[in-house]
């Protein structure tokens, strides 16, 4: 198996700009300032704390690829993200393992154009592949 390492755990908020000073009262520092995403139709924001990094993570249009996560979960984390020193091996070997990808590879314009492919487990839920 390739080595996963944790990138980011994604964090669905409905206001980003009152989610980002909350984050910052907890000690996180802004990373990278938000960044819209037309593609998913999502504003996202990068904070660090601790070696930790939490992506924000917020519908701007009711089309977003997330308004029906956000309808369910509400304010909440809701995946993991993972970046792998050979990607195209991990999704390999994630989807034998039964991860189901759930769409293709798309560049993340928040990830300076990097692509990444959510897969989804019967037993864990949604992760993210950075490929
Ligand atoms: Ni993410």
């Not at 910052?24 to 904070?47: H, M, N, P, W």
């Not at 701007?60 to 308004?67: A, C, D, G, L, Q």
């Not at 039964?98 to 989804?120: E, K, W, Y």
Request: charged share 25%.
């Amino acid at each position: 198996m390739p080595t996963l390492k944790i990138h980011h755990i994604g964090y669905l908020v409905k206001k980003i700009e009152k989610a980002k000073k909350t984050f910052e009262a907890l000690g996180y520092s802004v990373e990278q300032d938000t960044v819209r995403d037309d593609i998913r139709k999502v504003d996202i924001c990068f904070l660090k704390k601790d070696g930790y990094r939490v992506e924000l993570v917020s519908p701007f249009s009711e089309e977003s690829v997330v308004s029906g996560l956000i309808r369910k979960y509400k304010n909440a984390p809701y995946h993991i993200c993972y970046e792998a020193d050979d990607p195209k091996a991990a999704y390999g070997e994630l989807t034998a393992s039964g991860f189901a990808a759930i769409d293709t590879p798309t560049p993340a314009p928040a990830l300076c154009g990097r692509s990444v492919v959510f897969l989804t487990s019967p037993v864990i839920g949604m992760i993210e592949l950075i490929c």
